[in-house]
């Protein structure tokens, strides 16, 4: 069974920095598709960012140009280095996989941007 552990995330002040970041464990054959996604409180989940294999990766309006999604250092890593946050950021980020043809999520760790 394949695990996602999501860390790196706080509280921080408008345009602050943070980075999240996910790593896949148990029997992992092939990863070809890696995203962060967010929910904020009342709204709906939505995705922030993607990554897949060949390495092009595709960010939401709303995160571009301040956010970056990376492969990891470790096997089947990912890693999203959000700069200039805002306040409209706050939210739940749960790091999403594509592993041996199945969609995997992690728990989630919190975002909160505020002063």
């Known amino acids: 069974q394949v695990q996602l552990v999501e860390s790196g995330g706080g509280l921080v002040q408008p345009g602050g920095s943070l980075r999240l970041s996910c790593a896949a464990s148990?029997?992992?054959?092939?990863?070809?598709?890696m995203a962060w996604d967010r929910q904020a409180s009342g709204k709906q989940r939505e995705m922030v960012a993607t990554?897949?294999?060949?390495?092009?990766?595709h960010y939401s309006d709303s995160v571009k140009g301040r956010f970056t999604i990376s492969r990891g250092s470790g096997r089947s890593t990912v890693v999203l280095q959000m700069n200039n946050l805002k306040p409209e950021d706050t939210a739940v980020y749960y790091c999403?996989?594509?592993?041996?043809?199945?969609?995997?999520w992690g728990q989630g760790t919190p975002v909160t941007v505020s002063s």
């Open positions: 148990g029997q992992i054959f092939q990863t070809n598709f």
């Open positions: 999403r996989m594509h592993i041996n043809g199945q969609d995997n």
């Open positions: 990554l897949i294999s060949t390495g092009t990766t």
